[in-house]
């Protein structure tokens, strides 16, 4: 059965000096869009979701970090470059918020992933009600008040998720319902979806096959090697 990994890295926790020789890595597109970021969060955000990238794919497919060259592309996710003796042909989505990243990455099925913050100080049914469907809205008011806030995440970062991985496939991103006869649902012609509430952020996860494990990393510091250590490879 298919398979994937979701890496998550908290770049709050680390400082200008943790990230100093991390532009390094980039290719020159790569860099002038990193330095046309204004918001130093955003700019690190963008920065560290290229090392984890390029982290995740090396660890699927077995390829030097520092020879996995990304092509930017419009308004779309990077397109992986990899050497010519590589087989696999991985595929990866990248989220941030907050200063929160989050990788996903299989080589078996395309696939979205989708980090969101969540704000207890939001009108969450009032957002429900200008950006979900009115079978969404109305499952999402119907839920006791001390879950809304929670699912109300949950369902938009799935929504995202289920975006993305549509866009990965190069198909029309006309997104379905996610609530049906007062349920929520997780899977559907194409998509198979699974959630996770931690540490204040939703995390959301599609794929266009059902999957037998997604595993999870922490991440922790900005170097590949620190991070190879942490998985003891």
Not at 85 to 106: D, E, M, N
Not at 156 to 184: C, F, H, I
Not at 187 to 198: D, E, L
Not at 215 to 226: F, K, T, V
């Amino acid at each position: 059965m298919p398979s994937a990994v979701i890496w998550l890295l908290d770049a709050n926790a680390l400082s200008e000096n943790d990230c100093d020789g991390l532009p390094a890595y980039l290719s020159e597109p790569e860099l002038l869009r990193y330095r046309r970021f204004l918001r130093p969060l955003r700019q690190r955000e963008f920065l560290l979701g290229r090392m984890v990238l390029r982290f995740a794919i090396a660890q699927l497919t077995g390829i030097a970090f520092e020879a996995i060259e990304m092509i930017e592309r419009q308004g779309r996710a990077p397109r992986l470059q990899l050497p010519p003796a590589c087989s696999l042909t991985p595929h990866f989505s990248v989220s941030h918020s907050r200063g929160w990243v989050a990788c996903a990455a299989s080589v078996d099925t395309p696939l979205g992933v989708d980090i969101e913050a969540q704000d207890g100080g939001r009108d969450v049914e009032a957002l429900a009600r200008s950006a979900f469907s009115a079978a969404e809205s109305d499952w999402l008011s119907g839920l006791p008040a001390d879950q809304k806030t929670e699912a109300f995440y949950a369902l938009w970062s799935s929504k995202e998720a289920l975006y993305k991985l549509m866009s990965n496939q190069d198909e029309e991103a006309v997104l379905p319902e996610l609530v049906a006869t007062g349920l929520r649902l997780q899977s559907g012609p194409g998509w198979h979806a699974r959630n996770w509430s931690q540490q204040g952020f939703s995390l959301s996860f599609c794929s266009r096959d059902p999957l037998a494990a997604v595993e999870q990393h922490r991440l922790y510091g900005a170097a590949s090697d620190g991070w190879r250590q942490q998985l003891g490879v």
